[in-house]
């Protein structure tokens, strides 16, 4: 990824070059200044004007998600007293919208969440295609290098459910060749920059269970996006063959350039969840991390059925997921209409299926040993997890 921090390089020097104080700057750096280089493992964004913006729109989250939610769930708490009915009512969603549908300050904590969220990607895209030579050319010269390997396949069948803007990301996962780009700046806004040397994804790795046996020969991570939980998981367990699969080609493209990177030796493939093409019984775990949320229930069923598929007897599966974390929030009517809004405003297009499905019920549905109570750690939603074992 040097080429990113290059582009700033050029630009000081040309500057330098037309200002007589700055011109012994350049002499002193000839050609290349210092690179501007990392917050730990992530590289900084290539121009200060675009870094101070995306800073800003993470500030901003942090308010609109923090204080403003509260204010927002405050005023729903009033709505709902002043009609008589108790703040933990669970009603139906037309009802909830004709309460909380119109409340100013409701409206102005969701509408700034989404407009800060959007404005947020349409900058990351401008930059990255503003630039598209320069991005590509650094991923075409990662594709075939190692450590580690990337399989691609443009010929793929690709599902619709695969095919939306989630999270209003442009292009989704499988319709931008920048997808894995701004999935991971972008996410860096999500996780309100307490990510940057991968200290999320390391937290989850290290909660996953092990098989009964502790045998841990071939793991597979399925939805991987940019690939840090596959990293991560190498990093615990170095002996094991690490896969990490995608149905978006710029997703393994940019996990495997970043792994090659970081100088771990995990596999990236472009291929379905629900259709990994690895034999029966092969891994002794299987994980995924916030993938359920993002597909459709019947491609949820399928990629579960998989999961259990390729497990060996006495193998886990540990899906991690907000809503597989154990005691499940309770429902609310002011949560029915937030799941309504992440869902119609957001544009996390399954969001309200995947808050109604019992995940445990699926994992048994598939065979597997589920378990309400698997490992938590503050790292995973501060809650205990739902995981699943292959009977022996
Ligand atoms: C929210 S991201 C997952 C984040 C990632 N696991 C991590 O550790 O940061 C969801 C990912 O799942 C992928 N995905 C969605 N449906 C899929 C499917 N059927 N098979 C494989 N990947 C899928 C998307 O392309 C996207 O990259």
Redesign the pocket.
Known sequence: MIDRRRLINLSVTSAALMLPSLRSLAKSFPGDLDPRGTIGRLERLPKLDLEAREDLSTDFRIFVNGDLRRKARQRSDAILKAKGLPADADLPLDQTMELFGNDPLIAVSNHTWKNNQDLMWRQLHAEFHGNADQFLTEMETADMRGPGSLELNPTMHI?DY?KHEIHMQPGG??GDPFAGHM?HYG?NNFYTARNNQDEM?QG?ANAVPLPVDGKVRRIL??????G??TVALKQRFPDADVWG????GP?VRYAHMRAVDLGVDVRFAQ????DSKFPDGHFDIVT????FH??SYP?CQA?MKEAARVLRPGGVFFPMEVKMARPEPKRTAFGRFMNWFTQAGINERWYMDYMDTDYSAEIRAVGLIANDQGPTSDRLFGRHNVMGTKPT
């Open positions: 599902p695969a996962y499988v999935y996410t994804h989850y991570d399925l939805g991987v996006s940019c840090q939980l699969l995608d149905v978006g997703m291929r379905l969840a629900e995924s991390y916030i993938l993002e597909v491609a990629i």
